[in-house]
């Protein structure tokens, strides 16, 4: 268990440049979750995915944001012609819930450490 | 639609000395209740959850939190810091039972606790 990989750590782009992130869950996780973390506020949750479908997108989420799962596994997450307003730190988090249960009380989040993005 | 406020940004505190750290929601459906920590450059860790049953909630590290319906809080406690504890916290709730995803999370704006030595 190597824990919630996520890469880069750090992104400094210029605005209207598209950026890519990717987060790694821990092995087995069946589902990932994308939360965005602006200064001095908590963690917005964006979206999340059970294996490779995308079972729920926040109204925070705009056009220019995407996120993937191909294959279950890794995840991208891509924005378009970057704004200032998009700088903060993205977080991802994966967990395990057992079969096709759709809620379970003891899923347990393992968050990442972060991509934190400064757009200029 | 779900809200959390955490009632202080910042709080100071001595070593050994007591502290809690507040937190009160709004939800017009059954909620669950979170508190998490996040060290420096560390991702977030699950301190204690309260799903059903006994107010007092019981987590690493020695803390505990009390939910109480009638208040709508969920505070944190410890009685006792370490210099160790100097970290940010989260408060948090998700959809209770009828909820799409006990992992969609609406968090507080965090409480910074301070260890002085």
């Known amino acids: 268990d190597t824990g919630v990989s996520q890469d880069p750590r750090h992104k400094i782009t210029k605005r209207g440049q598209n950026v890519t992130f990717r987060c790694d869950p821990i092995?087995?996780?069946?589902?990932l979750y994308w939360y965005r973390q602006t200064l001095g506020q908590g963690p917005e949750f964006l979206t999340y995915?059970?294996?490779?479908?995308?079972?729920?997108k926040s109204r925070l989420l705009s056009d220019r944001f995407s996120a993937e799962r191909p294959k279950g596994s890794f995840s991208t997450l891509e924005i378009q012609r970057t704004e200032q307003g998009d700088s903060a730190m993205y977080l991802c988090?994966?967990?395990?819930?057992?079969?096709?249960?759709?809620?379970?009380?003891?899923?347990?989040?393992?968050f990442g450490s972060g991509t934190q993005l400064s757009v200029l | 639609a779900q809200s959390v406020t955490q009632l202080d940004s910042q709080v100071p505190v001595f070593e050994e000395a007591p502290v809690e750290l507040r937190c009160n929601y709004s939800s017009s459906v059954s909620v669950y209740l979170f508190w998490y920590v996040q060290y420096p450059n560390q991702g977030l860790q699950l301190l204690l959850k309260y799903l059903s049953g006994s107010t007092l909630v019981k987590g690493i590290n020695g803390f505990e939190a009390e939910f109480n319906k009638s208040q709508t809080s969920f505070h944190l406690r410890k009685p006792s810091v370490h210099i160790s504890d100097t970290a940010e916290y989260f408060c948090a709730v998700s959809e209770g039972i009828g909820g799409t995803s006990y992992g969609k999370l609406t968090f507080g704006q965090g409480t910074i606790l301070t260890v002085h030595p």
């Open positions: 988090a994966s967990s395990l819930i057992p079969g096709h249960v759709p809620y379970a009380t003891n899923e347990k989040l393992f």
């Open positions: 092995s087995e996780h069946n589902r």
């Open positions: 995915f059970q294996n490779e479908a995308q079972l729920e």
